[in-house]
């Protein structure tokens, strides 16, 4: 099948890509949006093909980019090519990125994870801010975590401000969504330490004793970890607050507990 020129603001393939900014439209269709050939070049590495990749008329030739096209349509994706309007558009942006790609959205199962397989995992309770998330995957990514497991009412790790945060890792890291009760029996069954991070931790946070797997769970931006949570975890590590700030941003004291975790278990 050749490819597609579409150059209408109106027709229905535009509407749809589109509509993945919003919950409901990724809800319905499994889908998600992301923008650059950078990201598409990280999916392409890690297995994920596009099932749409749109590739501005203008866009300059670029060996990735024809790997991208070649790819998308051997796995049974469409390449369509657009006029600069149409990427702007769907990008809501006045400067959009050359090319912009739909992926089928993945989920790990929370009884699929295979806990000696990483020396760290991360557990968020509620997390609300796409930013945080986004930033907390790509951390996850660098320091070689095995999942980010998102616990109870988190916001969508496949919204297009999380994927653009996640500078690509969102399709490096296995991402588990799963009730607080079914995160909590699971927890029963971990076979490593959990640590929750609390600003009322008993623990120094580089004085606790990490074991591979360490599982760190962190709480809610505006209520912390729940109370539930909080029991659940074998100890609560606290990282000392010196000045008149009450605590950390939450993306940034998941930053600093994971490499805690992941330096003490390799020195
Ligand atoms: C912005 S904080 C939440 C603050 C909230 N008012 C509370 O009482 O916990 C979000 C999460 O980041 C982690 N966090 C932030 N600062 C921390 C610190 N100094 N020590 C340990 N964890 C911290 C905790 O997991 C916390 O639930």
């Known amino acids: 099948m050749s490819d597609r020129i579409i150059e209408s603001l109106t027709n229905p393939t535009v509407k749809a890509v589109r509509a993945l900014h919003m919950k409901k439209s990724r809800e319905e269709t499994g889908r998600f949006l992301s923008e650059g050939l950078k990201f598409v070049g990280e999916a392409l590495d890690l297995g994920f093909s596009p099932r749409i990749l749109m590739v501005g008329r203008d866009a300059r030739p670029h060996p990735l980019l024809e790997r991208a096209m070649a790819e998308t349509r051997n796995a049974g994706g469409e390449v369509i090519r657009v006029t600069h309007d149409i990427l702007a558009k769907v990008s809501r942006k006045e400067n959009p990125q ?133 029991a659940a975890c074998e100890l609560g590590v606290k990282i000392p607050m010196r000045g008149r700030a009450d605590s950390l941003n939450l993306a940034v004291a998941t930053g600093i507990m994971i490499y805690a975790v992941t330096d003490t278990l390799e020195s």
């Not at 991360?122 to 801010?129: N, P, T």
């Not at 070689?144 to 945060?165: H, K, Q």
Request: charged content about 20%; aromatic content about 8%; hydrophobic content about 50%.
């Open 98 to 230: 050359a090319v912009v790609a739909v992926f089928e959205q993945r989920f790990a199962d929370l009884e699929a994870l295979k806990p000696e397989t990483a020396p760290c995992w991360v557990a968020l309770e509620d997390v609300r801010d796409p930013g945080n998330l986004g930033a907390i995957i790509r951390t996850a990514d660098a320091a070689g975590c095995g999942a980010v497991i998102l616990v109870g009412d988190c916001t969508d790790p496949f919204s297009v401000e999380a994927v653009r945060a996640t500078m690509g890792s969102v399709f490096a890291v296995p991402l588990v969504r799963c009730t607080r009760e079914a995160f909590l029996a699971w927890l029963q069954t971990w076979p490593g330490i959990s640590v929750g991070a609390r600003l009322d931790g008993a623990v120094h946070y580089r004085q606790a004793a990490y074991q591979a797997p360490t599982l760190v769970v962190m709480g809610n931006e505006a209520q912390g970890l729940s109370p539930e949570a909080a």
